[in-house]
């Protein structure tokens, strides 16, 4: 199998490149964002914790999301592979993809880290927010998004960096230009 977590500040386009990958690759898609607002749509038990810390920028706490993730792993058919966009998010989320992984004898194969400037992210989310009226992408929030990706999510790349699985991607530039330097590397690791 081959599974990928797309790392990296919110805005810096994780969602983008995973329906890149996705395409040219035969993975499942896995968002937590998109599940979250599924569920805040559909106005369930979840969806109406997650909605408050969402709104305010926070992070949804690691006990709902790990459960969450593990039991959508647990009813998924077996695949070609994973790619896990906007989780994990904490060291803990980290060590329990890796504990349920491993439960499913399979493992991550490498962690894309798309890496972009922050007056392009703010720049990139204030324009989404004009667009497409996503709650969550208004200055104040996308503040405490970046501030909380610096404190609780950037921890994680040591993480993975001391694994061997980490791999750097210049996130500035046109969709396309970024696409074509993600697909370099995952041929590698696919060979
Ligand atoms: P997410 O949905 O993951 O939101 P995001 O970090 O903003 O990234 P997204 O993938 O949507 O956007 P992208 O960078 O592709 O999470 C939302 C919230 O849910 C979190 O703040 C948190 O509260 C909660 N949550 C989710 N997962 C959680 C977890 N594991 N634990 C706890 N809480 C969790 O794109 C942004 C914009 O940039 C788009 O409009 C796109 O068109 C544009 N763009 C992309 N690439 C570009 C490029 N190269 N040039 C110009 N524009 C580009």
């Not at 599940?35 to 749509?41: A, T």
């Not at 993480?159 to 993600?182: A, H, P, R, T």
């Amino acid at each position: 199998m081959l599974n990928i977590v797309i790392f990296g500040a919110p805005g810096s386009g994780k969602g983008t490149q995973s329906e890149l990958i996705i395409k040219k690759y035969g993975l499942d898609h896995i968002s937590t964002g998109d599940i979250l607002r599924g569920e805040i749509e559909n106005q369930t038990e979840l969806g109406k914790i997650a909605d408050k810390y969402i709104a305010k920028g926070h992070l949804v706490p690691d006990e709902l999301i790990i459960a969450m993730l593990s039991s959508i792993l647990d009813t998924h058919p077996h695949n070609k592979g994973f790619i896990f966009d906007g989780f994990p998010r904490t060291l803990a989320q980290g060590e329990a993809l890796d504990k349920i992984l491993r439960d499913h004898s399979t493992s991550i194969a490498v962690t894309i880290n798309l890496s972009v400037d922050e007056a392009e992210l703010t720049k990139r989310l204030l324009k989404r927010g004009e667009i497409a009226g996503r709650s969550d992408d208004n200055i104040d929030t996308i503040h405490s998004r970046l501030e909380v990706y610096r404190k609780q999510t950037e921890p994680l790349l040591a993480y993975y960096k001391k694994q061997g699985k980490l791999i750097g991607i210049q996130g500035n530039g046109s969709v396309d230009d970024i696409f074509e330097k993600v697909s370099e590397a995952l041929d590698r690791i696919n060979k």
